[in-house]
């Protein structure tokens, strides 16, 4: 199987449903930026995570694919028929879970910060900025666009990321800039 199929070289490309549409689309524009969120939290594992963030990270990336699975799926046909797309409550739980044990661990917060810090950390920073972006696009697309469970996924992973940044910062013996 070739990587290139030349289908995409008039601009458009295909959503779950077979519907074609501009690569501007605006749900395209959203799963792509899910896309770009997965890469960069690649880039936050590469840049060095300890084991436990590292974990999670990657379980961060498997997720996403499940969730631009679903922004790429009009019709809500998905849901049903592939568990391993799922976008579940339970996600939710397990990043809220997450982000009150990696707390446990932290100074409280009592000042913005600055975004930086050792590279695995800046990398997820960065990914926070993105995984906001994701959220924006996937609200723009508006109301019953999407399921509701996928805006509040990415609302939570937004502070999660902005956690894991701390912890990751913190575990490498690296302080915070205050603002």
């Known amino acids: 199987m070739k990587i290139y199929t030349k289908t995409g070289d008039d601009g458009t490309t295909s959503l779950f449903d077979g519907t074609r549409v501009p690569k501007t689309h605006p749900r395209v524009v959203a799963y792509g930026t899910v896309d770009e969120l997965n890469a960069h939290l690649g880039a936050a594992r590469a840049a060095g995570l300890d084991a436990d963030l590292a974990d999670k990270v990657g379980q961060l990336q498997r997720d996403l694919f499940a969730l631009g699975a679903r922004l790429a799926d009009p019709g809500h046909r998905i849901a049903g028929r592939v568990t391993k797309a799922a976008v579940t409550d339970g996600d939710v739980t397990r990043l809220e879970s997450w982000i009150d044990g990696l707390e446990t661990e932290l100074p409280p917060l009592r000042h913005f910060i600055l975004a930086g810090g050792a590279p695995a950390g800046a990398a997820l920073h960065v990914a926070r900025t993105v995984s906001r972006r994701a959220e924006v ?11 509701p469970v996928v ?29």
């Open 151 to 179: 805006l509040v996924y990415l609302n939570r992973l937004s502070d999660l990321l902005f956690v894991m940044a701390r912890a990751a910062n913190h575990r490498a013996g690296v302080p915070e800039s205050i603002w």
């Open 137 to 147: 696009h996937a609200l723009a697309l508006g109301e019953g666009a999407v399921e």
